[in-house]
């Protein structure tokens, strides 16, 4: 089943000829870079990661290796999310905004480049969560390919990993502003607040983290089997948060899980 959805994919991204790769370094991203390169050749794929305020630097320096790992043209342009109109209200549409602005800077690319189709990471887990970037993809016909195969997120690691590509076992990302709270104006302060706390307690050897911000209030959220790391070192952890702005430091005993923020939407 997993290699029939494999030979899709790369009979999807022959049939697109060429394709400007919105790639961030993450796993799937990654995953449909190397895909197109192998399908297609290098020189009809172009990987272009957009470097903003909500991207960490950990992040760009990783999706540069990575690029060049792959053996693809790699390209970093410049994107502000915090000018987009709407978005700092950080409403439920925040990343519906995002997205947009995102493929209005793809679409001159691909065209003054000559590259037939824009593609995005967005796999078929997707499907079934709250993902307004979505419909901005659809509305200015950028191509999921990964998604259109029908590849989940634990395919995509398998397959990674037969490819030895190092994403295999990354832990999954989202931009810095998925952290603030909805209704909360998003600031660099904020982001860089976020940055700063989620890589202090990265530096503790918990892979995968994410500081939820409620105004003052850092909800940290971590693996089940992390927790004990957090607990035995809560002193440092909420001295060190403190210092980034944060009044009160909480673990959430849910533990980490992607997209919690979108529990308080109503349909």
């Not at 290098?42 to 290796?65: M, Q, R």
């Not at 439920?92 to 593609?119: A, I, T, W």
Request: charged letters at 30%; proline letters at 3%; glycine letters at 6%.
């Amino acid at each position: 089943m997993i290699q029939e959805k494999y030979e899709k994919l790369v009979s999807i991204l022959q049939d697109m000829k060429s394709v400007v790769v919105a790639f961030s370094g993450g796993v799937d991203s990654t995953f449909l870079l190397k895909v197109a390169v192998d399908s297609l050749g290098k020189k009809n794929v172009l990987a272009v990661t957009a470097d903003s305020e909500t991207y960490p630097s950990s992040e760009l320096e990783e999706a540069k290796a990575l690029a060049e790992r792959i053996g693809a043209i790699h390209r970093v342009i410049e994107t502000s999310e915090l000018s987009i109109p709407g978005y700092t209200e950080n409403d439920r549409n925040r990343c519906y905004f995002c997205k947009s602005s995102l493929f209005d800077h793809l679409l001159p690319v691909m065209e003054k480049e000559g590259f037939q189709n824009v593609v995005y990471g967005v796999i078929a887990d997707d499907l079934n969560e709250f993902r307004p970037g979505m419909r901005a993809a659809k509305e200015k016909g950028i191509r999921g390919p990964l998604q259109e195969a029908n590849l989940f997120k634990d395919e995509i690691r398998e397959l990674s990993r037969e490819m030895d590509l190092p994403t295999w076992s990354k832990p999954s990302f989202a931009c810095l502003s998925s952290r603030i709270a909805y209704g909360e104006k998003i600031t660099i302060e904020k982001l860089t607040k976020v940055e700063k706390a989620e890589a202090y307690i990265k530096s503790l050897e918990i892979r995968q983290v994410r500081v939820r911000t409620h105004q003052d209030i850092a909800r940290i959220e971590v693996e089940p089997s992390d927790m004990a790391i957090v607990l035995e070192n809560h002193d440092i952890i909420t001295k060190e948060l403190s210092k980034f702005g944060y009044k009160y430091i909480t673990l959430d005993l849910v533990g980490y899980k992607s997209g919690s923020m979108n529990k308080v939407l109503t349909s």
